[in-house]
């Protein structure tokens, strides 16, 4: 697997296989110990994929990412869906298109560091 498929099936495997709806529910308040468990989880799994800087660096993007500050940013500048029938989609999608092109970058600018 190349750098960005490793570090993109990490993702996928600790933001959808392992939360659960504790998590779900409670990581974007930076104060409830959910919001730490599953950046803890994400850490990890980005770690053993990507390194342990790497590990660090995304897991805190990500926990960044899951405050929801960014999207809603996003939302406002881009005037995409955040009301109706279609906004729960918009926003997961847009969430999980920040988080994957946050592992995009990272391989991109850290490539020369890796040995493949």
Not at 52 to 63: K, V, Y
């Amino acid at each position: 697997m190349t750098l960005f498929e490793r570090g993109f099936v990490a993702h996928l495997v600790a933001d959808w296989l392992l939360q659960n709806d504790w998590m779900a529910q409670y990581k974007s308040d930076l104060r409830h110990p959910a919001a730490w468990v599953h950046v803890g989880i994400q850490t990890l799994f980005l770690a053993v994929a990507l390194g342990w800087r790497a590990g660090l660096i995304l897991g805190s993007i990500h926990m960044l990412i899951d405050t929801r500050v960014p999207l809603r940013w996003w939302q406002r500048t881009f005037r995409q869906t955040n009301e109706g029938p279609a906004a729960l989609h918009v926003a997961i999608w847009g969430d999980q298109v920040v988080h994957i092109a946050a592992i995009a970058l990272w391989v991109f600018f850290a490539k020369k560091s890796y040995k493949e």
